[in-house]
């Protein structure tokens, strides 16, 4: 068994739109989406959910006015600002460390779990789906991208799947981080801009000191087939394998609104292009 | 300090939800076509403001975090800073087999509250900086420039996030480009700002994360708008969806092949096209018209 994810390091270069490709190309896999706060892969596979569980992460301070005196202490412990004037708390900037619980002379202040978001094992016609729901204005993705990402795996043993493909995140941070640990192949879709190639080297950087071996397509990669060539140029100089480049092609915003992989919603050069690209990113 | 709220400026920030939207895109030009202006770039994990803006950067700063250290002859191995420790960084390895005990602190899983250095009943524990990243303050235009960048393989970004609002300067007009998302990076970035742009477009992946932005920007209680980006590809769920839930879409940017090349290289829309500025002004004017009505702009 294999787990493979999508990155991209800049957000909205296509992640999605190549793994939901996937999804439809690969056999004998579980899919994830790992990008627990601003997740859309569901819109491409459609999930009948089957399973639901809260995710409980984290603790937030409650002040008790009962109790509450009033005297200073929290505020003055607090490094998050999470207190506020009338001795509420802020619950989206409270980190949870209890360290005001712990230093009210009045024990006022105790600390309750967060339920920070859900996750769901589903059905699709492209096979089970693992994926989740950060709460508005939840912290702890990275513990949320851990979690579904070892239902994910343990699915896959049990019923001897050979692929685990996931959906990544944007940036490099901490949900990047818990999508990156242990894959055993990393594919980066970046686009032909400065953008795309200063957060494709970011995001290369970022995998290579996690060990992970990484390839990379450039998406749209006639809109500046000259920056396309600097992205290549670099990843030659880093050893990075080019395995495809998608042509811009209208028929992937025609399927995106059909809610169709691009590979399924009509014979197009891209979907033709990111066929070979999962033959050459399987291996 | 009613006088002091007076003279302040705006803080605009750019968020989205989803990635790639536009965001960095109206941002900088936003503040190209404005005066007295301040630009913060708190996508730290992937700054690309600098790449349109290409400011001089005259200042460089590290940022970092507090990290405990422990003196090990102080400490008697009573493990208090383990048990408060929310976050599982440091552990207290008692004494074994004659040899005394030990404390280890994980750094990536410190989030710095603290605790463990007030609580030491020995006062064993001290809290040192560790880098995560740097600050870098430059110019560009009369245009008064931040970003952080966060070091590859750190973690969290919300530190860094905060130390780059430390420079806010209230007597500019303040605009701050957003990470993507929903979770705590934009959180961090958006809270305290007087007025949020929602940079979507009209796709069903833009629509799902614009309505994930908009829960979060209700949820923190700023006011917002919608700019529609590529406003001519997709479909019209997204200008179904602010009409329905009364929300105002400010800008619609439509997609143009010589926009998005001009993006590939590095040149903001203004400079490609003058007309832009005068419809970045009336987007402000907008935003403020908005914001009017919550008593924040002037």
């Known amino acids: 068994m294999k787990q493979i994810l999508v990155i991209s390091g800049k957000g909205g270069t296509g992640k999605t739109v190549v793994t939901g490709s996937f999804a439809a190309l690969a056999r004998n896999k579980v899919m994830v989406d790992c990008d627990v706060d601003a997740a859309d892969l569901h819109l491409l596979l459609h999930p009948v959910v089957k399973e639901h569980h809260e ?13 509450c005196k009033k005297c200073g202490k929290c505020v003055s412990v607090c490094r998050y ?43 699709t016609q492209y096979g089970p789906f693992v994926h989740a729901k950060l709460g508005i204005a939840q912290e702890n993705s990275g513990k949320l991208v851990a979690k579904i990402r070892q239902v994910a795996k ?26 990156l640990s242990g894959v055993d192949c990393a594919l980066i879709v970046t686009e032909p801009t400065l953008s795309g190639l200063h957060d494709a080297k970011r995001v290369i950087d970022v995998a290579e000191h996690f060990h992970i071996p990484v390839k990379l397509v450039v998406n749209k990669y006639d809109l500046n087939v000259a920056m396309t060539g600097k992205i290549e140029e670099f990843c030659s100089t880093r050893n990075v394998p080019v395995i495809g480049k998608i042509i811009f092609d209208k028929t992937v915003v025609q399927a995106l609104v059909a809610g169709k992989t691009i590979v399924e919603h009509a014979e197009c050069a891209a979907g033709d292009e990111v066929r070979k690209i999962w033959e050459a990113f399987r291996n | 300090m009613l006088l002091e709220k007076k003279v302040s400026f705006m803080i605009i920030s750019v968020a989205s939800g989803k990635g790639g939207t536009g965001k960095t895109t109206v941002a900088v030009n936003l503040a190209l076509s404005l005066e007295n202006v301040q630009f913060l770039d708190c996508d730290v994990e992937e700054p690309n403001a600098q790449i349109f803006l290409k400011p001089s950067i005259l200042d460089q700063k590290k940022a ?11 400490c008697n191995d009573c493990g208090r800073c383990q048990d408060v420790c929310a976050f599982h960084a440091i552990a207290a390895l008692p004494p074994y087999d004659g040899k005394k ?3 280890l602190v994980f750094p990536h899983l410190c989030h710095g509250c603290g605790a463990c250095s007030l609580l030491c ?27 952080g960048r966060l070091n590859v393989g750190e973690a969290m970004s919300p530190p860094l996030i905060r130390q780059v609002k430390t420079y806010i300067n209230r007597a500019r007009t303040v605009i701050i480009d957003a990470p993507p998302g929903t979770s705590c990076p934009v959180i961090t970035t958006v809270k305290g700002s007087d007025f949020c742009l929602l940079v979507t477009e009209p ?11 908009v829960e979060v920007l209700r949820k923190l209680q700023i006011p917002f708008g919608v700019v529609i980006n590529r406003a001519d590809i997709g479909d019209d769920k997204v200008e179904a969806y602010c009409e329905n839930a009364k929300i105002s879409v400010l800008m619609r940017i439509p997609f143009s092949k010589e926009i998005a090349v001009s993006y590939s290289n590095g040149i903001p829309i203004v400079s490609l096209d003058h007309s832009y500025r005068e419809k970045f002004i009336n987007l402000y004017r907008e935003i403020c018209r908005i914001a009017n009505e919550t008593n924040t702009c002037h």
């Open chain 1, 55 to 67: 995710f409980r992460s984290g603790q937030s301070a409650v002040i008790d006015h009962l109790l």
């Open chain 1, 81 to 123: 600002g999470a207190i506020k004037a009338d001795y509420t708390i802020e619950h989206f900037s409270c980190e949870g460390c209890g360290l005001c619980s712990r230093v009210c002379p009045e024990h006022a202040i105790h600390m309750e779990e967060n339920i920070a978001g859900e996750w769901f094992v589903s059905d």
């Open chain 1, 154 to 179: 343990e699915l896959a043993e049990q019923q001897a799947l050979d692929y685990v493909i996931i959906d990544g995140p944007p940036g490099i941070g901490c949900p990047v981080i818990a999508s």
């Open chain 2, 64 to 74: 970092g975090v507090l990290i405990p250290k422990v003196d090990p002859t102080k």
């Open chain 2, 101 to 103: 005990g030990k404390v």
């Open chain 2, 121 to 147: 009943p020995q006062k064993a524990i001290e809290e040192v900086e560790k880098d995560i990243g740097i600050i870098e303050i430059g110019e560009i235009q009369g245009i008064h420039f931040v970003h």
């Open chain 2, 203 to 213: 796709t069903p992946f833009g629509l799902n994360d614009l309505i994930l932005a």
